[in-house]
């Protein structure tokens, strides 16, 4: 039975095959951060993400965004272990739950 007070409505947590995978929402983290959106509001989030996928690498970037979305680690110490500073899985994380949400609204429409 999926855990009814999940943090984040990624389908690992919830169950449910309607909400974004990790994988879906680490997908859309490397591809923006590949090719940032110039005129989008929230064009800050594609660029920051690109500036750590270049320092720490994707894979690093990947855990972060699984620890956090499945493991339900907080935001500060999903990069331990990881050479990272907190501050930069705080970044991480608040991109993630952006395109976490954008991704399910996207399914909803």
Do not use: K
């Not at 951060?33 to 750590?52: I, K, M, W, Y």
């Not at 899985?89 to 429409?109: C, H, K, M, P």
């Amino acid at each position: 039975m999926p855990d009814t007070e999940s943090n984040y409505d990624v389908r690992e947590q919830t169950g449910n095959p309607d909400h974004a995978s990790v994988d879906d929402v680490v997908d859309l983290v490397i591809h923006r951060a590949q090719n940032p959106r110039a005129e989008h509001e929230d064009g800050h989030f594609d660029t920051a993400v690109a500036s750590l996928v270049t320092r720490y690498g994707t894979e690093s970037v990947r855990t972060v965004i699984h620890r956090i979305l499945v493991d339900d680690e907080p935001f500060r110490t999903a990069t331990n272990g990881l050479e990272m500073r907190n501050v930069d899985g705080v970044r991480i994380g608040t991109a993630a739950s952006w395109f976490l949400e954008e991704l399910n609204a996207q399914d909803d429409g």
